[in-house]
């Protein structure tokens, strides 16, 4: 069975950093693609972040970009999202995602952060 | 303001039939047939209803469709049932600069 489980959400003041966690388990972890995706409250689903299979290549959206890095740990099946320079439109429910043919297919149940003085 | 353009709401009452439609460019749902659709209640993951335009996941009943004509996609809900009602979200791949868009989503009331 595919499971996403994410870790790492909380409180943090602005301009402060977060590491989020995505542990996986039940299929060939190094096979695919990962994403971060984000949903703000009362808001639709944002992509985030994507990173490939073997880590060769990542992507951002343009609102992430040098401040979020992604990055994967293919022995510890997990990947992971380092947010730095953190602001008040950054809160949100952070999803992590499993990726086929470019596509979501499994996610993980979310994790809250929130950045707020 | 989203990529993607959803209507905010539709409704149907039970056994009828529900169109959502999904516009885009051709940078996105135009241009790439790998567009998926995903169904969220409130508080909860989404789940994948529909991918690579038309395709269905295991598990999911075969009342759900979808399609695609030019820049638009649409996912088509048939014999609606009251566990139908939820918000749906459209999305697309959009490249390798972009990567992917989604649409701003749709809610769903089964009257």
């Known amino acids: 069975e595919v499971q996403l489980l994410e870790s790492g959400g909380g409180l943090v003041q602005p301009g402060g950093s977060l590491r989020l966690s995505c542990a996986t388990s039940g299929f060939a972890f190094s096979s695919y693609g990962m994403s971060w995706f984000r949903q703000a409250p009362g808001r639709g689903l944002e992509w985030v972040s994507t990173?490939?299979?073997?880590?060769?290549?990542?992507y951002y959206a343009d609102s992430v970009k040098g401040r979020f890095t992604i990055s994967r740990d293919q022995s510890e099946k997990a990947f992971f999202l380092q947010m730095n320079r953190l602001r008040a439109e950054d809160t949100a429910t952070y999803y992590c995602?499993?990726?086929?043919?470019?596509?979501?297919?499994?996610w993980g149940q979310g994790s809250l952060v929130t950045v707020s003085s | 303001q989203s990529a993607l353009t959803q209507p905010r709401s539709v409704s149907g009452s039970p056994g009828q039939s529900v169109t959502i439609s999904c516009t885009g460019t051709?940078?996105?749902?135009?241009?790439?047939?790998?567009v998926s659709w995903y169904q969220q209640h409130p508080g909860k993951a989404p789940k994948l209803m529909i991918y690579?335009?038309?395709k269905r996941p295991s598990g999911v009943p075969d009342r759900f469709s979808g399609s695609k004509s030019g820049n638009t996609a649409s996912l088509t809900i048939s014999d609606l049932q009251t566990e139908d009602e939820s918000d749906y979200y459209c999305y697309s791949f959009a490249g390798s600069y972009t990567f992917a868009v989604f649409g701003g989503g749709t809610s769903l009331t089964v009257l």
């Open positions: 995602a499993r990726l086929v043919l470019l596509q979501p297919d499994f």
């Open positions: 690579d335009v038309t």
């Open positions: 990173i490939s299979g073997e880590a060769t290549t990542t």
């Open positions: 051709s940078s996105d749902v135009g241009g790439y047939d790998y």
